[in-house]
């Protein structure tokens, strides 16, 4: 069981399933909504998920047709995104967690397009676009 919450701490998550295809993205839509170099995230089943507190104060916003990021509304953290192409699971971003996860990340994605400013030291494999497989 994994449990997180937004920065002001007014929603709160779990996940009871494992959290899968953790990667670092590079893309510029993830630097752009997180603020920051890349973005941690990873796959859970939707139905090992829920919103144990604030499920009314997220809000939503939807970049990309069938596809939503949803935020809390206070301190405007990323709490998960849907895609409805694939409803058996949303998108989260890893640094939502209060606990400890076991899983690990798997790769750095979209390297071709990271900030100029970052320097790109890692052991991980490093892909242009997606990891292979997805």
């Known amino acids: 069981m994994y449990t997180g919450s937004c920065l002001c701490g007014e929603v709160n998550v779990e996940v009871s399933g494992s959290i899968t295809s953790i990667i670092h993205c590079h893309c510029s839509l993830c630097r752009k909504n997180s603020g920051t170099a890349f973005a941690t995230n990873g796959f859970v089943n939707t139905d090992d998920f829920t919103i144990t507190k604030g499920q009314a104060l997220l809000s939503e916003y939807s970049f990309k047709a069938g596809r939503t990021r949803y935020f809390c509304r206070c301190c405007g953290?990323?709490?998960?995104?849907?895609?409805?192409?694939?409803?058996?699971?949303?998108?989260?971003?890893?640094?939502?967690?209060?606990?400890?996860?076991?899983?690990?990340?798997?790769?750095?994605?979209?390297?071709?397009?990271?900030?100029?400013?970052?320097?790109?030291?890692t052991s991980l494999p490093c892909y242009e676009k997606h990891e292979p497989g997805r």
């Open 77 to 121: 953290s990323p709490v998960y995104s849907s895609n409805n192409d694939d409803k058996s699971r949303i998108r989260i971003r890893l640094g939502i967690f209060d606990t400890d996860i076991t899983e690990q990340v798997l790769s750095h994605n979209f390297v071709t397009s990271k900030a100029n400013w970052e320097k790109l030291e």
